[in-house]
């Protein structure tokens, strides 16, 4: 059967369209043109193919675009992990950590203006966020230590309460059992 006498209605409603799809994919916008005509249709599952081929070489590109948004994610977790750790931790040590994210972010921001003429200041940037992370991540260090250190401190002082309470109570039952033997000698004179 000639298809050729057939028009399709949706060509010739934007000739601009028409011409981009021409112009980047070689193939016409018709596709009666190509049902007419079997070199053509072969020309049409060429094209098919190649963009199945296209599709495989693009398929690990999407793959690092779902692990990205998957990363986003994280980072949206990490937001209500923060709450928690301000809870855990107390304030200075949650106060750093939003110190970190923060300066991240501002040099992140910093580095994806930056564009790729200018390599230096990029590498500049990034030892000063090094440098700068590393700073946050030493005061972070100490801070850490530091509620260890009290945490430490808390957890001897209650052994210590402990102690004290427990050779108390010892003391006071050994002094009332001396105290009640020598109220029967004083009663009963043994």
């Known amino acids: 059967m000639d298809f050729r006498n057939f028009t399709n209605p949706a060509t010739g409603h934007s000739p601009n369209l028409d011409n981009k799809v021409k112009t980047f994919s070689g193939l ?3 596709i009666t043109t190509y049902l007419s005509d079997p070199d053509k249709l072969g020309e049409l ?3 098919a193919n190649k963009a199945h081929e296209m599709g495989e070489f693009t398929q ?3 793959d690092n675009v779902t692990k990205y948004l998957g990363g986003l994610t994280k980072v949206v977790e990490g937001q209500t992990e923060f709450a928690k750790l301000r809870k855990k931790f107390g304030s200075k040590v949650s106060e750093a950590i939003a110190k970190i994210r923060q300066l991240d972010r501002e040099f992140t921001t910093d580095l994806e203006v930056i564009d790729a ?3 230096a200041a990029a590498a500049k940037i990034q030892q000063r966020r090094q440098n700068t992370l590393k700073e946050v ?3 972070l260090q100490q801070d850490l230590q530091l509620q260890a250190w009290k945490h430490q401190n808390n957890l001897q002082t209650a052994q210590r309460k402990l ?3 427990q050779e108390r109570s010892q003391i006071q039952s050994e002094l009332a059992e001396k105290r009640r ?3 029967e000698k004083v009663r009963y004179g043994k």
């Open 137 to 139: 991540a030493v005061n």
């Open 60 to 62: 690990p590109f999407l």
């Open 181 to 183: 033997a020598l109220m």
């Open 163 to 165: 102690k004290t309470s």
């Open 117 to 119: 003429k200018d390599r």
């Open 28 to 30: 016409d916008g018709d």
């Open 45 to 47: 599952a060429t094209a």
